[in-house]
């Protein structure tokens, strides 16, 4: 059985979009599940300035993971895309 130069560049495709998918969904997880404490102080302006921080934190690694997702999904879509077209069509009889 010989594998086919574009055959396993899918299967590389599928393999590199899948592993992007899955630490992105490791990664998410473990955002989720720490545990952020915020202390708020009396004033309103001291204390926008400590919840901003986190907030732009936070807004940052979302947009790190929404990148990351939709990167592993087209990765792994194309792979399957060129599986398909390199596999020859089943002739019928």
Do not use: C, H, N
Not at 14 to 37: E, N, Q, Y
Not at 45 to 72: C, D, N, R
């Amino acid at each position: 059985m010989k594998i086919e130069k574009a055959e396993l560049v899918a299967y590389i495709l599928i393999a590199v979009g899948l592993l992007l998918l899955i630490f992105t969904f490791i990664m998410a997880f473990l955002m989720l599940t720490s545990i952020v404490s915020i202390s708020t102080p009396l004033d309103l302006s001291q204390a926008l300035g400590e919840i901003l921080g986190p907030i732009a934190e936070a807004v940052i690694k979302i947009m790190f993971l929404g990148v990351m997702g939709w990167t592993g999904s087209i990765a792994t879509m194309r792979g399957i895309q060129l599986y398909k077209e390199s596999k020859p069509a089943a002739q019928l009889p």
